[in-house]
């Protein structure tokens, strides 16, 4: 009943699975270790609760994958141990909810200390590439010079690099070639050219799909072909070889070391059938790459004692706008990142500042981003699901934040925003609104609870038609509001920085060379 007044719809999950399915879903599925008695490309050690091979890497995204496949395609056999579970295309449902419990950590609700700051963090085959969009964008010239100059990365800022980049950008098929942008990009791209704010269409990852209004259904871990992120490339180009061995629903406890301190085993815990079992998988190298939020928690309880893992945490802190516009938007349908306007990218001549993009939201996370300023204010806010367009300002953070265990166990993640990473942020939002009313939106939202809507156009209840100090006055009271914490949504996608690349141990945790 709420969908409907809403005006939003699942697509055909049949559709969703067929676009699924293919070779190199069924290559990967191949490689899994359905028990511990018949694994194959690897053999038994004496007991059955222990595998060899010849290397072992934690974590199957962006990072596990890529040295997974270069391993494999070297000829070498590797252990891939992944916490998220194997989840056939066929048995997947289409719902947000069934995605948070199944593809994201604590089921995409882990918030920072204070729970003034929501992470989401991908828990799935695949990490983070399962249910991230597919926007691409290379890291800039500025910011890799930063890595050679500010850490001893030198060959961040050369060649090597941008080789690099180039094979990835290869691999994953990036281009902007055939970009079919939704009615939510396109109000992006029409307010900037109104403002003559700078925007540009995006660049994607992968093939554009046969069916370009389920786009809108990646968040949910639905892709196709080679727009699955690591499923579509690297996870793939390991699978073929034969050499990979998949550990699904593998809880990595501890990276074991041998006499002379080399890491040569991984001891976890496999959920298989209900059930668990202790594994020990032994080779003779192991690559830690779970992520900015589990990878430091592994290290401390492998006994590791370099003071800065777990610290100098980055988040790219983001907060949503959105306008209501008189006719449908349906931003949901469609890819959504596919235009990005880097009008306040650099506030400060270093590279600091925020992007601006369409996201993409699902009734859940619609509830949850709206700002609460009264019952009947949230209802009428929800019910305009289908008329809003939502940009994201999305902030390069300096602040730092640090992830430790907590007593459970879990990760515990401690993050203030500083006061430069709030005026950059707050102008993004400034010029986020900007582009809004001059795409044409009749009410503009912020994400404070203690900031009424702009009404822009007469024909609304209670509205008359916007000028200049309407406005500014609006961005005024934004302004002056702040980023209070638990007054306003504050979220993050991106987690980086807690086992940072170094010259000096004195402040860093790997070396470039690694």
């Known amino acids: 009943v709420n969908w409907r007044a809403i005006g939003y719809q699942a697509p055909d999950v049949s559709a969703l699975r067929a676009a699924a399915r293919g070779p190199a879903s069924?290559?990967?599925?191949?490689?899994?270790?359905?028990?511990?008695?018949?694994?194959?490309s690897a053999r038994l050690a004496p007991s059955p609760a222990e595998l060899l091979c010849d290397c072992v890497v934690v974590g199957s995204g962006p990072g596990g994958a890529v040295v997974a496949a270069e391993l494999c395609e070297a000829g070498f056999r590797v252990a891939l141990l992944e916490y998220g579970s194997w989840e056939a295309a066929d048995?997947?449902?289409?719902?947000?909810?069934?995605?948070?419990?199944?593809?994201?950590?604590?089921?995409?609700?882990?918030?920072?200390?204070?729970?003034?700051?929501?992470?989401?963090?991908?828990?799935?085959?695949?990490?983070?590439?399962?249910?991230?969009?597919?926007?691409?964008?290379?890291?800039?010239?500025?910011?890799?010079?930063?890595?050679?100059?500010?850490?001893?990365?030198?060959?961040?800022?050369?060649?090597?690099?941008?080789?690099?980049?180039?094979?990835?950008?290869?691999?994953?098929?990036?281009?902007?070639?055939?970009?079919?942008?939704?009615?939510?990009?396109?109000?992006?791209?029409?307010?900037?050219?109104?403002?003559?704010?700078?925007?540009?269409?995006?660049?994607?990852?992968?093939?554009?799909?046969?069916?370009?209004?389920?786009?809108?259904?990646?968040?949910?871990?639905?892709?196709?072909?080679?727009?699955?992120?690591?499923?579509?490339?690297?996870?793939?180009?390991?699978?073929?070889?034969?050499?990979?061995?998949?550990?699904?629903?593998?809880?990595?406890?501890?990276?074991?070391?041998?006499?002379?301190?080399?890491?040569?085993?991984?001891?976890?815990?496999?959920?298989?059938?209900?059930g668990s079992r202790e594994v020990l998988v032994r080779g003779r190298g192991v690559v830690v790459a779970g992520g900015a939020l589990q990878t430091p928690l592994l290290l401390r309880r492998s006994g590791l004692k370099n003071p800065h893992i777990g610290k100098h945490l980055h988040l790219h802190p983001a907060m949503t706008i959105?306008?209501?516009?008189?006719?449908?938007?349906?931003?949901?349908?469609?890819?959504?990142?596919?235009?990005?306007?880097?009008?306040?990218e650099d506030q400060d001549g270093r590279g600091y500042g925020a992007k601006i993009w369409v996201p993409n939201f699902h009734p859940i996370t619609w509830a949850a981003l709206l700002p609460w300023q009264g019952s009947r204010e949230y209802k009428g806010a929800f019910a305009g699901f289908s008329h809003a367009a939502p940009l994201i300002s999305l902030v390069r953070d300096q602040s730092e934040g640090r992830v430790r265990a907590g007593s459970d166990g879990r990760p515990r993640v401690s993050y203030t925003m500083g006061q430069t990473d709030k005026a950059h942020l707050l102008k993004a939002v400034e010029h986020s609104a900007r582009i809004l009313v001059a795409a044409g939106a009749q009410e503009v939202h912020s994400a404070h609870n203690g900031v009424e809507p702009l009404v822009a156009d007469a024909a609304m209840p209670g509205g008359a038609a916007i000028g200049q100090p309407e406005l500014e006055a609006w961005l005024g009271s934004i302004r002056d509001a702040g980023l209070p914490e638990l007054g306003v949504a504050l979220g993050s996608a991106h987690q980086m920085g807690t086992c940072r690349m170094g010259s000096d141990p004195a402040s860093s945790v790997v070396k470039p060379t690694c």
Request: hydrophobic share 40%; with cysteine; glycine share 12%.
């Open 91 to 274: 048995e997947r449902e289409c719902s947000e909810m069934h995605a948070f419990r199944n593809l994201y950590q604590e089921a995409g609700s882990f918030f920072t200390e204070g729970r003034s700051l929501t992470i989401l963090a991908g828990s799935a085959i695949g990490g983070g590439s399962a249910v991230n969009w597919s926007c691409c964008l290379p890291p800039t010239q500025q910011v890799r010079e930063e890595w050679a100059r500010d850490f001893g990365v030198e060959w961040a800022a050369g060649p090597e690099m941008a080789d690099s980049v180039e094979r990835a950008r290869e691999r994953l098929s990036m281009s902007k070639e055939g970009v079919e942008l939704n009615a939510a990009n396109a109000v992006l791209l029409r307010g900037c050219e109104r403002l003559g704010y700078q925007a540009e269409v995006a660049a994607q990852q992968g093939r554009v799909p046969s069916r370009p209004d389920h786009g809108g259904w990646c968040s949910a871990g639905w892709k196709e072909g080679a727009r699955q992120g690591m499923h579509g490339s690297a996870l793939a180009d390991a699978a073929r070889t034969g050499n990979l061995l998949l550990l699904d629903g593998c809880s990595a406890q501890e990276v074991l070391r041998d006499h002379a301190g080399r890491a040569c085993a991984v001891r976890g815990t496999l959920r298989r059938g209900g």
């Open 26 to 40: 069924e290559a990967l599925a191949a490689c899994r270790v359905r028990s511990l008695e018949a694994p194959p």
């Open 322 to 344: 959105f306008g209501r516009f008189r006719d449908p938007v349906e931003f949901v349908k469609g890819a959504p990142m596919t235009t990005v306007s880097r009008v306040v």
